[in-house]
């Protein structure tokens, strides 16, 4: 290390700590051996400290009208990669960005709360990492990913797995975070959703563990709103999805908490999964009383009705809709949201339908209101196409609905056309449940048929 010069008095001056002149010590003038006079002495400092200090210390730039005070930080690679991704992030979330390419309105508002979060989890980080990827390979318009996304949405999961080990981050809303930023990177790294990985199923187990209700702040809040969609629809779908009663209840929440036609229509899905489960369950006891069967009957009617009432204001906005009555850059993002709202709900009419039929042994007819209700949803499609492919990805959830609700094989035969063209558009390949065979299973499902 470096020396500096020191004092290059005696040793016997240096213990006493007496101040040595150029004519005389201390040590001369008492008579005794003086020891080292005149030599110059070096005193050893630790550099790597040195440079630290020097960094932090504020350097002082003279101008010519004022003296401005700099500070020298030091360069950390860790925080160079953590603001790359905290800025990358952000430009993929903007607002400015094209609906047909707009994360937070296609798939969630909690993402914009995910820049804040980044830097407490890695979990977090490596899946906002893998999704800034991916989605940047996708709205350069490759449909299919490349290896360096691919590498990344691996390495999340990797990280994930281990964060999920730990029962004190499993619970956090950092890795529940983490879980849907990843399904959201999935639709663009796995479209035809070929890997055997459910992360709405985990996320719901998460959400379960933690407590429903349990939101500490607005991020928290978005994030288990958002996930309430996925949940619905995955357990319309599959039998992967295990809550009970009290648990769809907590999750769904009070309708009577608010008038926005967007959260009624939601309160009209979200029951459906847990009736399905229970007139399935009275239908397999052959000595089910009947008065149970009439309750579930009713039951279902009523909610029926409920999501009828939805339609109306649905309806009206979109034909209220005007696009000189809003920001430049949110008139197609509000035109794509309200065609796909009433498309979702006139579906959920359709559902609703196909449950009643079944309740009734009615299962093979279709009521004229489901036709029109389809027909409905046909032409909100054709009208959506214009915001492919993620500013109308919900309509490939729609047109499976329709085609469950499609009086003839003439128009489930155009629907199957619409959702090859869709799928095609959005994933670059055929969705995997839209060919007839699974559309037929689906509508044995909501018909209660598949007992």
Request: with cysteine; hydrophobic share 40%.
């Amino acid at each position: 290390m470096p020396g500096v010069p020191s004092s290059r008095g005696c040793d016997s001056c240096r213990k006493q700590k007496k101040k040595v002149t150029p004519s005389a010590s201390t040590s001369q003038i008492l008579k005794i051996d003086c020891v080292g006079h005149g030599q110059q002495r070096y005193k050893f400092k630790n550099k790597t400290l040195d440079v630290a200090i020097a960094h932090q210390t504020a350097v002082k730039v003279q101008s010519e009208s004022q003296q401005q005070v700099v500070v020298v930080q030091p360069t950390r690679d860790l925080s160079n990669r953590l603001s790359s991704l905290t800025s990358n992030f952000i430009h993929r979330i903007s607002q400015d960005v094209d609906i047909r390419y707009q994360l937070p309105w296609n798939f969630g508002i909690f993402l914009s709360g995910v820049p804040r979060r980044l830097g407490r989890s890695a979990a977090l980080d490596a899946a906002a990492d893998a999704l800034v990827t991916a989605h940047t390979n996708y709205s350069a318009g490759n449909v299919a990913p490349n290896q360096v996304a691919l590498t990344k949405y691996s390495r999340a999961l990797s990280v994930l797995c281990h964060d999920l080990d730990d029962k004190a981050k499993a619970s956090s809303a950092e890795s529940l975070g983490a879980v849907m930023v990843l399904s959201v990177a999935q639709l663009f790294v796995d479209p035809c959703r070929d890997q055997p990985i459910s992360h709405i199923q985990g996320a719901a187990q998460i959400m379960k563990s933690r407590g429903f209700g349990r939101c500490s702040d607005d991020f928290e809040r978005s994030l288990i709103m958002t996930l309430r969609g996925p949940v619905v629809f995955d357990a319309l779908l599959t039998d992967k999805i295990h809550l009970t009663s009290h648990d769809w209840k907590l999750l769904n929440g009070d309708k009577s908490e608010t008038k926005i036609p967007d959260a009624q229509w939601f309160h009209c899905i979200a029951v459906i999964p847990d009736l399905i489960h229970r007139c399935k369950a009275a239908l397999i006891m052959y000595d089910a009383p009947c008065m149970h069967l009439l309750a579930l009957e009713l039951e279902t009617r009523s909610l029926l009705d409920d999501c009828r009432g939805v339609f109306t204001p649905l309806r009206q906005r979109l034909a209220d809709y005007d696009p000189s009555a809003h920001p430049a850059k949110l008139r197609n993002h509000l035109h794509a949201h309200y065609l796909r709202t009433l498309a979702l709900a006139l579906g959920t009419g359709i559902i609703i339908n196909c449950v009643l039929s079944g309740l009734e042994g009615t299962s093979d007819w279709v009521s004229e209101d489901s036709s029109l209700w389809s027909a409905e949803i046909i032409d909100l499609a054709q009208r959506a196409t214009k915001y492919r492919p993620l500013g109308s990805m919900a309509m490939l959830i729609c047109l499976r609905m329709a085609w469950m609700g499609a009086a003839s094989t003439s128009a489930r035969t155009e629907i199957e056309a619409m959702l090859l063209e869709y799928s095609m558009a959005c994933i670059g390949a055929p969705e995997k449940d839209s060919g007839p065979a699974s559309l037929e299973q689906t509508f044995r499902r909501f018909t209660l048929q598949d007992l």
